[in-house]
């Protein structure tokens, strides 16, 4: 037990991914809502400090708009009494996230995006923060010897050097934040489409039982919600969904109370859900129109003339569409019969037919012609 009490409400999210584009689709707009619902949260809970775990930014260059939005979400915070502290994740650059951190610092804004041989710490009403940003063995390099280096070239280790290298206060609330890929024996981490894009099985794993001495480890990089271990260590989770896999997750940003020691999911409500539909085609057409985000599984049998064109005609947020049930046979080009002089509708008439096992429709047969007179008067049009 801490001998200094201490009473703060810490709201703890990460992996913010400010800028994503999904399928070509600009998110910005649904981030805006969502910074305006936590800022909002904030206020209401009543949270003394805000933990922000890494990957502020989807991309290393972040776009002005992602940057607009991180400026003004920034702005909105530093007219509240409230500790906000931030670390840098594997997405973003280092320099940009960090550029006029020490003109932050006195507005309560603590942005770490580098490891200079210690862990930066904000200390805050019985509590210390320890901020790590997103490290690799690589970057401990010069506060090492060489026989030294030559024994961490793990996460594992790189983590447990950089731990034991800390005096923790036993009688502060100790929390750490940190944007790093970790795990628990026993346990499978919940992942999806989104972290596999970010190559997660390229790093190295850290058992969460490193961190037995915090109170606390608000990690970021795993885009599911979940504890990892212990109740008390755990990923937040994207407070957006940013994949079709992770439609049915329920986002949302954790509260943690330093006197009861007790964590709390707090949904986040988006602006435009992720869904996915299956069904035939006719059974789609008839569902209500909604803005939400959309991946159809068609199921229809025979194949259909340009369906997504008419989807996304009805649902403007159509983003994706795959057709399952369907077995068509293999064919190849060795597999057709090549005729001399043979015209390209005829060709592929015939392929049609090897891969569908039907001829193709009048209606099929005419636009087939109405685009290949488009092909051929744009190549001599060139």
């Known amino acids: 037990m801490n001998e200094l009490e201490s009473d703060v409400r810490i709201l703890h999210t990460s992996d913010l991914h400010l800028g994503r584009v999904l399928l070509e689709e600009s998110l910005i707009d649904d981030q805006e809502q969502m910074l305006t619902d936590l800022t909002s949260l904030i206020k209401d809970q009543k949270v003394a400090a805000v933990a922000i775990s890494g990957d502020i930014y989807d991309k290393s260059i972040p776009s002005e708009e992602a940057m607009a939005l991180w400026d003004s979400f920034l702005h909105g915070l530093s007219q509240l ?11 973003d650059s280092n320099g940009r996230l960090g ?19 210690q862990i930066s710490k904000v200390l805050l009403d019985g509590v210390t923060f320890y901020l790590l940003p997103f490290v690799k063995p690589f970057h401990l390099k010069p506060f090492m010897s060489e026989a030294e280096y030559a024994h961490h070239h793990t996460s594992e280790a790189m983590m447990r050097w950089l731990i034991e290298r800390e005096t923790l206060d036993r009688r502060r609330h100790n929390i750490l934040l940190a944007h790093q890929f970790v795990v628990a024996t026993g346990q499978e981490t919940l992942t999806g489409e989104s972290e596999r894009a970010t190559n997660l099985g390229t790093l ?36 957006l969904a940013y994949a079709f896999s992770e439609a049915s997750d329920r986002k949302s940003v954790v509260i943690y109370d330093t006197q009861t020691r007790k964590v709390e999911l707090l949904p986040i409500v988006p602006k435009r859900r992720l869904q996915v539909w299956r069904g035939s085609f006719v059974q789609l057409m008839a569902r209500p129109v909604t803005k939400d985000l959309l991946r159809f599984e068609l199921t229809d049998g025979e194949q259909l003339l340009s369906p997504m064109q008419q989807l996304k005609k009805r649902f403007p947020g159509a983003l994706s569409l795959s057709f399952v049930g369907q077995v068509a046979p293999q064919a190849t080009a060795e597999q057709l019969t090549l005729t001399k002089g043979q015209t390209p509708t005829a060709l592929f008439a015939q392929f049609f037919q090897k891969i569908n096992q ?6 099929e047969t005419q636009y087939l012609q109405t685009v290949i007179a488009e092909l051929e008067g744009s190549e001599h049009a060139t």
């Open 81 to 91: 009494p409230v500790e906000v502290l931030v670390v840098s994740g594997n997405h």
């Open 99 to 117: 550029y006029g951190n020490w003109l932050f610092a006195q507005k309560q804004i603590h942005i770490v995006t580098h490891y200079g041989g």
């Open 204 to 239: 190295d794993a850290i058992d969460a039982s490193i961190f037995a001495d915090f109170d606390y480890v608000a990690l970021g990089h795993v885009h599911r919600p979940q504890k990892i271990g212990r109740q008390t260590v755990r990923y937040s989770g994207t407070p």
């Open 358 to 363: 039907r001829p193709l429709t009048l209606a």
